[in-house]
């Protein structure tokens, strides 16, 4: 596989933002309790810790945006002459946790092909894209993508307006 036939790319995530945003809130619920009470056993003369300031140090500390700091890995649909490919890379680790810092991703090779275009249309190549999508999410390829999360919503938007056609006959 050559870079420039690499058509695009879908980012996965270890959770979905909605899941990150539940799971960071529950940290930080944890984190306030504890705070309250070492604050109940702290001697009188000692100045309590405001409970809004106490939020804010959290969420500055253990929050970073989701879309571009908790990315495990990558969906790549690629041409292998008029055939859509699709392969992925994943965060080379025992443990895929959001505390990884120093992230080395391995190609974990070919997941299926997508479409045949060479007999189709451009609508039929974008239910062929979808169709594969939908199934990705549901484990039909891999079971273990059924616990990761796949950020679709930019690339479902800009490929109704892809010529995917003429875009693939661009290669040849």
Request: with cysteine; proline share 3%; charged share 30%.
């Amino acid at each position: 596989m050559y870079p420039d036939q690499i058509i695009f790319t879908i980012p996965i995530y270890l959770k979905s933002e909605e899941n990150y945003l539940m799971d960071l809130k529950k940290r930080a619920e944890k984190h306030l309790e504890a705070k309250r009470k070492i604050n109940e056993n702290a001697p009188s003369w000692l100045p309590h810790l405001d409970e809004e300031f106490i939020i804010n140090q959290f969420y500055k500390f253990n929050s970073r945006p989701w879309k571009y700091n908790f990315i495990i890995g990558w969906i790549e649909f690629y041409l292998c002459g008029e055939t859509i490919k699709a392969s992925y890379w994943l965060v080379n680790s025992k443990k895929i946790s959001y505390t990884l810092v120093r992230k080395e991703f391995r190609d974990c090779g070919k997941i299926a092909d997508v479409s045949l275009t060479h007999t189709k249309n451009n609508s039929e190549i974008k239910d062929d894209v979808k169709r594969f999508l939908v199934d990705l999410a549901e484990g039909k390829y891999k079971p273990e993508f059924i616990k990761f999360s796949f950020d679709t919503e930019e690339f479902l938007l800009s490929l109704e307006y892809l010529d995917l056609k003429a875009l693939i006959s661009s290669y040849f």
